[in-house]
């Protein structure tokens, strides 16, 4: 049968596919139904293109595959557009301030939430600063990593946390010395109050949602995995029982889909709501065009800045700690033994070496995959045994890693983490040992611009950190980490006509305003790189 002529042509600097071998090139790329016809030089693609056309000619500027967050809280960040933001904030001073001046706007008894706040920032302010600065305001800040939050007396009279109350399995609330909760809860503790916390959904969540999605395809991001929630509480619609940031991007769905190839996960706790409805790892929901079911999400144990994460040794910093194993081998081998049967596969977040063996030994034991199911995904993967490299590619697991979060937490490591920095967000060894790498940003933790990721993959540092490179025999290079941004999703969830630009690829892609070559050289400038154009489907998305 003869191939469709094309009905959109796109000129330029083509990268066709980024491969381990090297990147695939082609002057121009011809697209007839959301799908890429043919590949080749100007003329022979235009030439063979409808008489009516339209020709995309970006001239020198670089032509990509669309990129995908493979971890990102779509949800998440499109919230932050309401909340106080305290990331940049200089001290805990700042930190209050922010806090103080936010609650006086409000209405009275109004919840006040935001995010972005670190250990060392609260260090330096008293236990009551935010009560002080909030009043009876019920206030619930996340941590900058999201796995601690500092929570207002108001909130903890709500939920019933006292002196009394335990601390939950996973997880632990801060107290004084006199017993009493500081309200800095860790891990599972969060759940205490989060449920709670009120939260913007359905119709409120459609413009910071509208223009979170403009940003993504601004950055030239096509295609994005929805990480999850820790609870399946708090939904919303007819799929609440799926949880909070599925149900909320299922009920704007309209909104979403054809403009974002979006993969939507679900917490553990709804694999059986899930399984009920048919619901299969990869499959596209029903009556939609670019939207499919993911991974069902697990929590091995915390973070490097909360001090949460599962380790084999002590820290070197705070309290010297192990942090936190969430589950234990007998519920792993058990969220195993629920999904296998109905298709639906795992992302583990695994942050600490502990963790990390953890999941890699529950996916040795579990019952083998059916056909057709995506590999299982371990979220993360900071800290790394080497004996544990190999065991990636041997179990087939996805190892989903975010770069900015080395450049990031480059002190962390050093002061936390002494005697296994090398062992830290160690790409290179994962590619080496065969791992299969995906990458994304985990936002809103840190910054959804993937040329900042980009950067990071490659300099291990930030384009604002004069300092040099951070460990660079663990970095990637430019074309690894542009593949672990296309291709690398695209396999991972078995989509073998996404992430490339070949002939019968869906037409996923971005008009850079960079060159080629500024993009291969990957130094400063690539953080700025953004996307003129972006198409999802061979259809032009808005950009803003």
Request: charged share 25%.
């Amino acid at each position: 049968m003869r191939a469709s002529r094309a009905d959109l042509v796109v000129c330029g600097e083509v990268v066709v596919a980024a491969e381990l071998s090297g990147l695939e090139t082609a002057e121009a790329i011809g697209i007839s139904a959301g799908r890429v016809v043919n590949t080749g030089t100007r003329r022979d693609v235009t030439d063979a293109a409808a008489p009516a056309a339209r020709v995309v000619d970006a001239g020198h500027a670089a032509v990509i595959p669309g990129l995908h967050d493979f971890h990102m809280h779509l949800v998440g960040l499109a919230r932050t557009r309401g909340g106080v933001r305290l990331d940049d904030a200089t001290n805990g001073v700042e930190v209050v301030d922010r806090l103080r001046a936010a609650a006086a706007e409000l209405d009275q008894g109004a919840w006040l939430t935001g995010r972005g706040w670190s250990e060392a920032q609260l260090s330096s302010v008293a236990v009551g600063a935010l009560d002080e600065a909030v009043g009876e305001h019920p206030a619930f800040v996340t941590s900058h990593d999201g796995h601690s939050a500092w929570a207002s007396s108001a909130a903890l009279r709500l939920a019933g946390v006292r002196a009394a109350t335990t601390d939950p399995r996973g997880g632990r609330l801060e107290r004084d010395p006199h017993g009493a909760p500081t309200g800095i809860l860790r891990e599972t503790a969060l759940d205490l109050v989060a449920p709670l916390v009120e939260r913007r959904q359905g119709d409120a969540l459609r413009e910071p949602l509208d223009a979170t999605l403009r940003e993504l395809a601004a950055f030239g991001i096509t295609g994005a995995s929805e990480a999850g929630d820790y609870t399946d509480a708090n939904g919303i619609g007819g799929d609440a029982a799926l949880g909070d940031s599925y149900s909320s991007l299922t009920d704007l769905a309209g909104l979403v889909d054809g403009r974002l190839r979006l993969t939507l996960g679900i917490p553990v706790d709804a694999i059986a709501t899930a399984a009920s409805g048919g619901l299969r790892t990869g499959a596209m929901l029903e009556d939609r065009r670019t939207m499919r079911f993911g991974w069902a999400k697990e929590y091995a144990d915390g973070a490097l800045g909360s001090g949460t994460a599962a380790l084999f040794g002590s820290r070197s910093c705070g309290d010297g700690g192990t942090g936190i194993l969430r589950v234990d081998p007998d519920e792993l081998d058990a969220l195993f033994a629920a999904a296998r049967p109905a298709g639906i596969g795992l992302a583990v977040h695994a942050i600490g070496d502990r963790a990390a063996a953890t999941v890699l030994d529950a996916v040795g034991r579990a019952p083998d995959r059916s056909a057709g199911v995506p590999h299982d995904r371990m979220e993360h993967a900071q800290l790394l045994r080497a004996g544990d490299l190999p065991r990636f590619a041997a179990l087939r697991v996805t190892a989903s890693i975010q770069p900015i979060h080395a450049a990031a937490d480059r002190d962390l490591v050093e002061a936390c983490w002494d005697g296994r920095q090398d062992d830290a967000y160690a790409w290179r060894s994962l590619v080496e040992a065969g791992a299969h790498l995906a990458a994304g940003s985990d936002a809103p933790v840190e910054s959804v611009n993937p040329w900042l990721g980009m950067f990071a993959a490659v300099h291990r540092r930030l384009p604002t950190d004069s300092r040099s490179d951070w460990r660079p025999a663990e970095a990637l290079t430019v074309v690894e980490a542009l593949r672990a941004y296309t291709i690398g999703p695209a396999r991972a969830i078995d989509a073998a006509d996404e992430g490339h630009l070949r002939p019968g690829a869906r037409a996923d892609l971005a008009v850079l305003s960079a060159d080629l070559a500024t993009v291969l050289e990957a130094d400063d400038r690539l953080a700025d790189v953004r996307s003129v154009l972006s198409f999802v489907d061979g259809a032009e998305v808005p950009i803003g």
